[in-house]
């Protein structure tokens, strides 16, 4: 866990390990916060079961299931702080850009899973400007990156990590605006 007792990247990506559950930390951390900005809720439903990831993987143990929790309790927090403190959980600064970038593509495609598996009636009232958002996000998990001048490529994958940041915000905001929060079942 990171020093302020949040659950951080190398946590996440420790469960995915121990789980064998065939997914990126960032694209796990994605898929959560896009299905919870999109309305979804968790109540009366594990994490694992909501994003649809209980196929094929290892039980977890308690522990896991605490980890879990609190990292859904973490995003939801994060989702709605007044104080637009959220991030997409990626690599630490001090990984390789490659890697970091690679991380927001991951993050961005889980983010439109489980924008997806919210399901909620919301989706169909969005704004122009959360269409186009959702519309730039997919952009953004389609993309492949090549790279030349380090000090330019850092400043647009920060700038890059900025909009999905605000983005995702005002994504969340919408759909929860629009009513109760979606069962969690796709039917």
Same mark, same amino acid.
């Given at each position: 866990?990171?020093a302020?007792?949040? /659950?951080?990247?190398? %946590?996440?990506?420790?469960l995915?390990? @121990?789980?064998? !559950?065939? #997914?990126?930390?960032?694209?796990? *951390? ?16 594990? /994490? !694992?079961?909501?994003? &649809?990831?209980?196929?094929?993987m290892?039980?977890p143990? =308690?522990? $896991?299931? #605490? ?6 309790? &973490?995003?939801?927090?994060? !989702?709605? $702080? ?8 990626l690599?630490?600064?001090? @990984?390789?850009?490659?890697?970091? +970038?690679e991380?927001? /593509?991951?993050?961005?495609?889980g ?11 919301? *989706? +169909? ?13 997919? #952009? ?8 030349? %001048?380090? %000090?330019?490529d ?5 700038e890059? =990590? ?5 983005? /995702?915000?005002?994504? *969340? ?15």
């Amino acid at each position: 866990m990171t020093a302020s007792g949040l /659950v951080g990247h190398d %946590d996440i990506d420790a469960l995915i390990m @121990r789980l064998r !559950l065939g #997914t990126e930390a960032s694209e796990l *951390h994605g898929s959560l916060c896009g299905y919870l900005a999109g309305g979804g809720s968790l109540r009366g439903t594990s /994490v !694992l079961a909501a994003l &649809q990831l209980e196929d094929d993987m290892s039980a977890p143990t =308690q522990e $896991d299931r #605490t980890l879990l929790d609190r990292l859904a309790r &973490q995003c939801e927090s994060e !989702l709605a $702080d007044p104080e637009l403190g959220f991030e997409p959980l990626l690599p630490e600064d001090d @990984r390789p850009l490659t890697e970091r +970038a690679e991380a927001m /593509v991951d993050w961005c495609r889980g983010f439109l899973g489980g924008f997806g598996l919210a399901g909620t009636a919301a *989706h +169909a009232q969005l704004s122009d400007e959360a269409q186009e958002i959702l519309r730039d996000v997919a #952009t953004i998990a389609g993309s492949s990156f090549d790279f030349g %001048d380090e %000090d330019e490529d850092e400043d647009a994958l920060i700038e890059v =990590q900025e909009f999905v940041r605000i983005g /995702v915000m005002l994504l *969340h905001t919408e759909c929860t605006a629009h009513g109760a929060p979606a069962s969690g079942r796709i039917h």
